[in-house]
């Protein structure tokens, strides 16, 4: 028996990276997955890979394409038992020097796409009257302010704190609601960093981090696995730190 046998979940940003690896190990854990994104070729690539998982196009931060995707999976398998908001983006610039364009983008998806996933999926939950998980995917940053990352540590920020708020609000309904803070993770949205493309740097790095290496996928799709499933039954409105024990 799996830990997920019979739950159907539904992650975004699942085409590639953190998203894609939920969606393969929570399949070999027996759930049913949609994997949404906007990079469509990809993600159906990815879900045509994956036994148990489909593929629907989600562009987070509109409101009508979470309606049809919420809709479309209710008509389909009667339930979302798991939601795990998982889209996001990094933006590696001073703060001084960000445009409000490119601030309103950053916000646009992780904050309002966070908040617009969460509400949706949350009235159907409420109307489904059983226990059901949400997973937020935050960062270390959204504990703590990182230089360079002003416009992404304010949108993980307010990830944590809807969280929180949500997981109150919603207990009464048997919904939890925790955060994941991922540290340094090895994904294609963090391939370019110069910790992954410079050797120097990436030892210099691994260095700080108590368990000396950098942080995989599959690293953060274990506690993720770990919130969606009934083995957290008790635990909500919490952040849960994966960072290899930068941030004990």
């Known amino acids: 028996m799996g830990r997920l046998d019979d739950k159907v979940v539904l992650i975004t940003g699942g085409s590639r ?10 399949t070999d854990e027996g759930a049913t997955v949609i994997l949404t994104d906007v990079l469509d070729e990809l993600g159906q690539q990815t879900a045509a890979t994956i036994e148990g998982a489909t593929y629907r196009h989600l562009d987070v931060r509109s409101e009508p394409e979470w309606e049809a995707v919420v809709g479309g ?22 703060l001084a020097a960000t445009t409000l364009e490119e601030f309103e983008r950053v ?6 796409g966070t908040f617009l996933g969460m ?10 009257e059983k226990p059901c998980s949400i997973v937020n995917i935050s960062s270390v940053a959204g504990l703590e302010g990182v230089p360079n990352h002003g416009a ?13 708020a949500a997981a109150k609000e919603w207990g009464r309904y048997g919904i939890r609601v925790n955060s994941v803070h991922p540290g340094i993770i090895e994904t294609p949205m963090t391939e370019d960093l110069r910790s992954f493309t410079d050797d120097e740097v990436r030892a210099k790095v691994e260095r700080t981090i108590p368990l000396r290496r950098m942080g995989q996928s599959i690293d953060i799709a274990n506690m993720v696995l770990f919130l969606a499933s009934d083995e957290s039954a008790y635990c909500t409105g919490q952040a849960f730190t994966v960072d290899g024990g930068v941030h004990p």
Do not use: C, P, W
């Open 17 to 26: 990276g953190q998203g894609a690896e939920e969606g393969r190990l929570f």
């Open 119 to 128: 509400r949706t999926v949350a009235n159907a939950m409420i109307a489904a």
């Open 73 to 94: 999976v209710m008509e389909s398998h009667g339930r979302i038992d798991v939601l795990v908001n998982n889209a996001g983006i990094d933006l590696v610039k001073k």
């Open 107 to 112: 916000v646009a998806i992780n904050q309002t």
């Open 152 to 164: 992404y540590s304010g949108t993980k920020f307010a990830v944590t704190g809807m969280t929180k």
